[in-house]
């Protein structure tokens, strides 16, 4: 059984950071394979991919509304994932999911679609206002 554990939201101002990580448990990644990514929903909105992460090679995937705010990273030693987040805006207030898929392998088409992820996290609320 695959856990997933979120840690690090809260109430920011606009223009501050956070930094979001999640814990994976129970099973570990098949050797070359796997993908973490985050996802966040707002209220009275589709859930939509955030950033990405291939576990084999590092690899990382955004979008354009997040590319060069956010930063998605891995700690392999500790089946961790972070997403840190910079110059957050109110429009980043959200309910932010983890999600992993430990045995699959990735491409381009398939990572950012929550199709791909099998493991999801409770989700971690990140509120931004003045």
């Known amino acids: 059984q695959v856990e997933l554990v979120e840690s690090g939201g809260g109430f920011v101002q606009p223009g501050q950071s956070l930094r979001l990580s999640c814990a994976v448990s129970?099973?570990?990644?098949?050797?070359?394979?796997?993908?973490m990514a985050w996802f966040r929903q707002a209220p009275g909105k589709e859930r939509e991919f955030v950033a990405a992460?291939?576990?084999?090679?590092?690899?990382?995937f955004y979008t354009d509304a997040t590319k060069g705010r956010f930063t998605i990273s891995r700690d392999r030693a500790k089946n961790t994932a972070y997403l840190d987040l910079k110059s957050l805006r109110p429009a980043d207030t959200a309910a932010y999911y983890c999600?992993?898929?430990?045995?699959?392998?990735?491409?381009?088409?398939?990572?950012?679609?929550?199709?791909?992820?099998?493991?999801w996290g409770q989700g971690t609320r990140v509120t931004v206002s003045s």
């Open positions: 129970g099973r570990t990644f098949s050797p070359g394979a796997g993908a």
């Open positions: 992460i291939r576990w084999s090679d590092n690899n990382a």
């Open positions: 999600a992993a898929n430990i045995r699959g392998r990735p491409i381009l088409t398939t990572i950012k679609s929550r199709q791909f992820y099998d493991n």
